[in-house]
């Protein structure tokens, strides 16, 4: 069996796994925006808004995560694409500070912002050429995940007077 064969095995053994996960990933997200139009649905504590920004938080710097890793490990995959490693590794660190200094700013502008900088590490992985190593079903799917988000960012942000 050749390397793109096993490449292409592996791939799909994992799809419906990072589906799964992937998608998953988007019930706190969805849920927070929904109880900030009708709070009847809230059951924390903590205010929907801010536990909003702070799953953004952690989910931002989960993906600033990946793209720092892979920066490290991106020369080692040989392919006719030459990935931007040294822009990965740059853009993780800076995204993953961004999305944290995102909760110390008034709710209205955070909200915004992080929206911006989950389009933001999508296009991270456009820009640096790291794209062209996904499979197309996965590229797919991020793009779909990074609409869906901004989009939820927003409407959570027009419920903020």
């Given at each position: 069996?050749?390397?793109e064969a096993?490449?292409?095995m592996?791939?799909?053994?994992?799809k419906?796994?990072?589906?799964m996960?992937?998608?998953?990933?988007?019930?706190?997200?969805?849920?927070?925006?929904?109880?900030?139009?009708?709070?009847?649905?809230h059951?924390?504590?903590?205010?929907?808004?801010?536990?909003?920004?702070?799953y953004?938080?952690?989910?931002?710097?989960?993906?600033a995560?990946t793209?720092?890793?892979?920066?490290l490990?991106?020369?080692?995959?040989?392919?006719?694409?030459?990935?931007?490693?040294?822009?990965?590794?740059?853009?993780?660190?800076?995204?993953?500070l961004?999305?944290?200094?995102?909760?110390?700013i008034?709710?209205?502008?955070?909200?915004f912002?992080?929206?911006m900088?989950?389009l933001?590490?999508?296009?991270?992985?456009?820009?640096?050429?790291?794209?062209?190593y996904?499979p197309m079903w996965?590229?797919n799917?991020?793009?779909?995940?990074?609409?869906?988000?901004?989009?939820a960012?927003?409407?959570?942000?027009?419920?903020?007077s």
């Open positions: 069996m050749t390397q096993k490449g292409e592996i791939n799909d053994n994992l419906s796994t990072v589906y996960f992937s998608f998953s990933g988007l019930i706190p997200f969805i849920y927070f925006a929904l109880t900030a139009w009708v709070p009847s649905l059951v924390f504590e903590l205010d929907p808004v801010s536990l909003f920004r702070i953004s938080a952690i989910i931002l710097s989960f993906l995560g793209l720092w890793s892979f920066g490990v991106a020369g080692l995959v040989q392919k006719q694409v030459e990935i931007r490693t040294r822009s990965l590794i740059w853009s993780g660190i800076l995204l993953s961004l999305a944290w200094g995102n909760l110390f008034s709710a209205r502008a955070a909200l912002v992080a929206a900088l989950f933001t590490v999508w296009q991270v992985e456009q820009k640096t050429e790291l794209s062209r996904y996965y590229a799917m991020r793009a779909r995940l990074s609409m869906i988000v901004a989009i960012h927003i409407v959570i942000w027009l419920t903020i």
